[in-house]
């Protein structure tokens, strides 16, 4: 006869027994629905679309957590009254708002779904959300066409805004504000450039410094804590000499992504050269893949995105539409070519003010 310790030691080992058995037989389908959400919620977009292809349970617990990025829309700015129009690139749709809030401005800027608008004639700067209907007015400022910008959203005490000017050979007027600020504060500030070079046309905020490309390629910083102008000892991109063909400033652009600077360059009959600065090396590498990322660039404000669907990554989207408002002009760096084929622009005859990327409403409801 077994004794008691011995039938209970057999039990337990029993028990064991069936418990590694049933989790043997189990598999990846019986997780928690929890631990599969945890999962998926670490996984970049193209995983988490091929992990909801496994199985319905899958599905759903992928869809919950997924996160998809939305691409910029393309706002048009009409030549008569206050109909605007917004380009959705990867739904191929337009959209159109009745905006009158806007008769008689001029768009200077976007960031985080917000427009900087100015009014020659009043000389009135000041922000407004097109899909809020929110204005938010700024001190008087008289902008001729030199460019401004701004950091972020202006509901955020971090807004700074900036424009920068030659005023003399060796003279920079650089000029800042902020929401509820009751002047703009300006200071010149030797600049070591010739006259020619010190016209800054591209604007980026990057890694909390104020970016400015002069028309010749250099590079000037303004650090707004500190309150410091510096050009940068950094080469001009090389490029080849037929990019420099008649209105070759108004195919470049500039973007940063994750803190890293990037300049496109374009010529109508050449394809676009992509550049990173290199901070350490303090030189412009050309880029020959971005990866995952996708640009989309225009002449005032560009904006980079990554995971998004519906849109080719690895390409830069330009501010032009063609085929009735059907196809938005690209550069796939895969592919090394245009989309539409032969679809490449000339950019000098486009008026720079005409559109520019902004952020979408993050709801679409209100839209037909």
């Not at 390409?315 to 196809?327: D, H, I, L, M």
Request: aromatic content about 14%; some cysteine; hydrophobic content about 35%.
């Amino acid at each position: 006869m077994h004794r008691l310790d011995e039938t209970i030691t057999d039990d337990k080992g029993n028990e064991t027994k069936e418990k590694n058995a049933t989790l043997e037989l189990q598999t990846w389908s019986d997780l928690p629905t929890e631990l599969l959400e945890l999962i998926f919620s670490q996984l970049t977009l193209d995983d988490n679309v091929r992990a909801s292809m496994v199985c319905k349970r899958w599905n759903s617990a992928a869809i919950s957590v997924r996160v998809v990025n939305k691409s910029p829309w393309l706002m048009y700015f009409p030549k008569f009254g206050n109909l605007y129009e917004f380009y959705d690139p990867s739904e191929r749709k337009t959209h159109s708002l009745e905006l009158p809030e806007l008769n008689g401005s001029r768009v200077c800027y976007t960031k985080d779904g917000w427009l900087l608008l100015y009014r020659p004639r009043s000389h009135r700067v000041f922000f407004f959300n097109p899909f809020t209907r929110k204005v938010i007015k700024l001190p008087k400022f008289e902008l001729t066409y030199q460019i401004v910008a701004f950091s972020c959203a202006p509901t955020s005490s971090d807004c700074i805004l900036f424009t920068v000017k030659h005023i003399s050979p060796t003279i920079v007027a650089i000029s800042t504000c902020h929401a509820g600020a009751t002047k703009w504060v300006t200071v010149n500030y030797q600049n070591r450039l010739p006259f020619v070079s010190s016209i800054w046309n591209k604007l980026v905020f990057c890694n909390g410094v104020f970016y400015c490309l002069s028309l010749t390629g250099w590079l000037g910083v303004f650090d707004p804590l500190e309150r410091t102008w510096n050009v940068l000892s950094v080469p001009p991109p090389k490029c080849p000499e037929n990019f420099f063909a008649k209105n070759w400033w108004k195919g470049k652009f500039m973007a940063e992504h994750d803190g890293d600077l990037l300049v496109i360059y374009t010529c109508s009959s050449e394809n676009p050269i992509v550049f990173k600065l290199d901070p350490e090396k303090m030189v412009w590498e050309e880029m020959q893949s971005l990866e995952d990322v996708t640009l989309f660039v225009s002449f005032l404000s560009s904006h980079s995105r990554t995971d998004l669907l519906g849109i080719q990554r690895n390409s830069v989207y330009f501010s032009k539409v063609r085929f009735y408002g059907r196809r938005c002009i690209l550069y796939s760096l895969n592919d090394s070519r245009y989309y539409p084929r032969k679809q490449c622009y000339d950019w000098g005859e486009q008026n720079p003010f005409e559109n520019i990327w902004i952020e979408p409403p993050k709801d679409f409801s209100t839209f037909s």
